[in-house]
Nanobody, 126 residues
């Protein structure tokens, strides 16, 4: 069992930066691939970024490539999402999620993830 708690959301002006954190409780965090997803008002939840359990590989949605960076600290059971050059269209609730890492895992698919946090609101003003 893994419990996830996101933090770091807030209100920021367009062009600004934020760093989201997701703290995991439970054992064997380093066995889990971690993902960030977001849901904007009136829209479906969408994939943002993912990272393998050992941080050897990361994967991003095209819309955030070069702007967002996912990282993790397995010693702290925490995954991060550094966001820069934020735009109003980045406004959403951001969720982190965990999936036991395995060969063939589809890192961008929500259905692959077993555990989810409650989300943190990010609002980007124009």
């Amino acid at each position: 069992q893994v419990a996830l708690v996101e933090s770091g959301g807030g209100l920021v002006q367009a062009g600004g930066s934020l760093r989201l954190s997701c703290a995991a409780s439970g054992r064997f965090f380093s066995n889990y691939a971690m993902g960030w997803f977001r849901q904007a008002p009136g829209k479906d939840r969408e994939f943002v970024a993912a990272i393998k359990r050992n941080a050897a590989w990361t994967y991003y949605a095209d819309s955030v490539k070069g702007l967002f960076t996912i990282s993790r600290d397995n010693a702290k059971n925490t995954v991060y999402l550094q966001m820069k050059s934020l735009k109003p269209e980045d406004t959403a609730v951001y969720y982190c999620a965990a999936s036991l890492d395995r060969f063939g895992l589809n890192y961008g698919e929500q259905q692959e993830y077993t555990y989810w946090g409650q989300g943190t609101q990010v609002t980007v003003s124009s």
